[in-house]
């Protein structure tokens, strides 16, 4: 357990600054009670939002940014 946890940690320590934003931005959101159905029903809506502007990453992407960690 303590190995999975350096190497979490090393990933953070290269993280560019938003990496690191949207990382948290998760953390605090887990950390957090669970969403109320219209927070649930917002934040879908956001993500959809996302993904029609093409704000999101591609496999590909994913696989190149995974291999640079």
Known sequence: ???R???IIEKV???NE???A???T???KFSESPASIEQYNRELEEAEGEM???AFYGQEEVEKMAKKW
């Open 13 to 15: 320590m290269h993280l």
């Open 22 to 24: 949207d990382l948290e």
């Open 26 to 28: 998760s953390i605090l």
């Open 5 to 7: 946890k350096y190497a």
């Open 52 to 54: 029609d502007r093409g």
């Open 1 to 3: 357990m303590e190995a």
């Open 18 to 20: 938003e990496e690191l």
